[in-house]
Structure formats: C-alpha cells, structure tokens
C-alpha cells in the first residue's frame, strides 16, 4: 500500500510570510497526488491535484505544489499567508492500481498569526 | 455544485447499539466512500462503493458493513457499537474516472458512551 508523510502536525506563520507545508509519499512509480484543505467543522475541500500534466500545480486560493519524482514530494507552497489560510490540510495519494482508492496523510494544522 | 450530505452533524450511542450513518450525494457519481478521520490519524478509508449494491473493503473494514441500495445512497452500519469507534466519520463520493476529485461531506462526530 502506499503511504504519505506530512512532516510537521502544526505549522505557524505570521500573515503575509510564506507557507511551506510538506508531503512526502512512498511510491518509485509517481502516481496522482492531491492536497485538500479542511476548514474547522467542515469536510473536506480539493486545493489541487497533480495528473503528470504538469510538474508544478496551481490550485485554489493563491496555493501551488511542485512535483518532485527524484524527492518522491509533492510539497504545498503559498508566497503570502493570510488569516483565512488557518485550516487543516491534508496530503493524498492514490493507490498504484485502482487509482479512485486515496491514501492520506496524518494532517497539518495550519496557524496564521496576525 | 456537488453536494454530499450526512444524516447527522453529532450522533451520541452507547456500546453495542446498532449505529446507521447515512451519505447522499446529488450529483450522480459511481463511486462512494466512507473514511474515520482521527487526530494524528489523517483519514482512513473503511469502506467504498463503485456501483449500485458493489463495495469493496478499504483499510479498517473491522466492525462495520456498508449498504448501498441505489446509487445516491451510501450508509455506513455499526453492527455493534463499541468505544473504540468514537471518531468523525466523512462520507465522499467522485465521477468514476481516474483520481477523479473526492468530494466530501462535512462529517458525523460519532460519540460511544
């Protein structure tokens, strides 16, 4: 099964500063990679997602990640942070062979100060 | 815009009820999913469905079974609830193409006294 490490449960930024949140996952063969955000008592909600198209990935809300085969990571970055940032973010990977089937990594809290 | 919907915000029960968690999504989508999500944890898929009546283990199978009789329709069923299964339970359905995006409900915070 594959497997992702988010380094870092919390992370905390002054506003305006950069985000730098970082995946890595296990697998040799680079598979589709995801970041989604959760926002406090909300689901899940996708930032972006890498399909090979693409080495860096822009998503939503000024985030991007770069693709890294030779790193196996696929870290979030974000030039200036903002108050509405504060959230949980969350690393998926998908399985090798059934490509619908996600796994997640244990999460980053996400704090901004003013 | 997808919606998926969970029957409760908050579900309190005690130890060996019968639990039913129920998702349905609005969109039309082949494939659903049930994750516990857990502090440090991340999320962990337990259950998902690619079609009407088919579903398939995820990684914690354990203690719980799901049914989905049409296709909008995803329940999630603690057969014997237990304190261990204390946790937030997310639902979340996608298209059926490859990675397509999971789109989530916002969650069922299950409390087992």
């Given at each position: 099964a594959q497997s992702v490490t988010q380094l870092g449960s919390h992370v905390s930024v002054s506003e305006g500063a950069l985000v730098l949140l970082r995946c890595n996952y296990s697998s040799s063969v680079p598979p589709y990679l995801f970041w989604y955000v959760q926002y406090p008592n909300q689901g899940l909600q996708l930032l972006l997602k890498y399909?090979?198209?693409?080495t860096l990935v822009k998503g939503i809300n000024g985030f991007e990640a770069e693709f890294k085969k030779s790193e196996t990571s696929f870290h979030l970055t974000k030039p200036s942070a903002h108050m509405s940032d504060a959230a949980e973010y969350f690393c998926a990977v998908s399985d090798l062979y059934n490509f619908n089937k996600f796994y997640f990594g244990s999460g980053t809290k996400l704090n901004v100060k003013p | 815009d997808v919606k998926v919907t969970q029957s409760s915000r908050y579900l309190v029960k005690r130890t060996g009820e019968k639990v039913f968690l129920e998702c349905v999504q609005d969109m039309d989508h082949e494939n659903m999913f049930w994750y516990r999500q857990d502090p440090g944890l991340g999320l962990r898929l337990i259950y998902f469905s690619y079609d009407v009546k088919m579903k398939e283990k995820g990684d914690i199978p354990e203690g719980y079974s799901v049914s989905r009789e049409k296709k909008e329709r995803f329940s999630l069923i603690l057969e014997s609830a237990s304190t261990n299964q204390t946790s937030m339970y997310l639902c979340a359905s996608s298209?059926?193409?490859?990675a397509d995006t999971q789109y989530f409900g916002p969650g069922t915070r299950l409390t087992v006294l």
């Open positions: 399909t090979s198209a693409a | 298209l059926g193409g490859e």
